[in-house]
């Protein structure tokens, strides 16, 4: 007899090109129920959107390896891609032989507004009757909030979908990691022109503050935040 699964855990777009790395508790939730489906011996599906599924570390278009290495090992899932933000299709297609305990797909992954909630809906119209979808709110992220309201409202109207959780705060522990370190980096440069310029030039230090200042809002919109999306996840 096939392996019974409890439940089918579906990973939506959480691929480097997609996901705001610096939001490391949102990547921490997903994680977090990619740990929990394996303990549980669910099915994993991971879809990808693009033509092609490519699982290189590190690669633009494969999934982020936090979750690649904890499914390094793993049997019991699959990898779909689609060119589209509805999935559904795909995901059913790798599910539809499968012996399930309960008859759950739980949802995670991006965008709330857009693919997450195309593929819910097209799960909704296609799966067969007795299934249920579980989205975990905490472990989806989103573009706006005003999108993120209208897919809310939408899943509200579909019976066989249910919300769990919390929005994820887009003002989480590692945007203000990023912004205390470049105040870190002005009280320093504060203090090398205060001790390296003449006192008395107060017109030369006021000119090197405003320079300096300038510079590392540069650095802040421009260099940490994008080092912070790119790098602060990637092992």
């Known amino acids: 007899m096939a392996n019974k699964h409890p439940y089918v855990l579906t990973i939506i777009d959480m691929q480097y090109k997609f996901v705001p790395l610096a939001y490391v508790e949102f990547i921490d939730k997903v994680t977090r129920l990619v740990k929990?489906?394996?303990?549980?011996?669910?099915?994993?599906?991971?879809?990808?959107?693009?033509?092609?599924?490519?699982q290189e570390k590190c690669h633009l278009e494969s999934t982020i390896?936090?979750?690649?290495m904890l499914l390094d090992d793993y049997k019991h899932?699959?990898?779909?891609?689609r060119e589209h933000c509805n999935k559904?299709?795909?995901?059913?297609?790798?599910?539809?032989?499968?012996?399930?305990?309960?008859?759950t797909i739980k949802v995670c992954g991006l965008y709330t507004e857009l693919c997450i909630h195309d593929t819910v809906n097209g799960l909704a119209k296609r799966l067969p009757n007795g299934f249920r979808i579980e989205l975990f709110l905490d472990a989806c992220f989103y573009h706006s909030v005003k999108g993120l309201n209208e897919a809310l409202s939408n899943f509200e109207e579909i019976d066989n979908v249910s919300v769990i959780g919390n929005v994820p705060n887009k003002y989480d522990r590692a945007n203000w990691m990023v912004l205390s370190g470049a105040v870190v980096v002005m009280i320093i440069g504060l203090f090398v022109c205060w001790f390296v310029l003449d006192r008395t030039s107060w017109m030369v230090l006021s000119e090197a503050v405003i320079g300096m200042i300038v510079g590392l809002l540069v650095c802040w919109f421009v260099?940490?935040?994008?080092?912070?999306?790119?790098?602060?996840?990637l092992h």
């Open 88 to 103: 559904s299709k795909v995901i059913i297609s790798a599910i539809d032989k499968l012996e399930l305990k309960e008859r």
């Open 36 to 54: 929990d489906a394996i303990k549980d011996n669910a099915f994993i599906v991971v879809a990808h959107y693009g033509t092609t599924i490519v």
């Open 65 to 68: 390896w936090d979750i690649m």
């Open 223 to 233: 260099g940490l935040f994008w080092i912070a999306q790119k790098l602060i996840y």
């Open 77 to 81: 899932k699959a990898f779909v891609n």
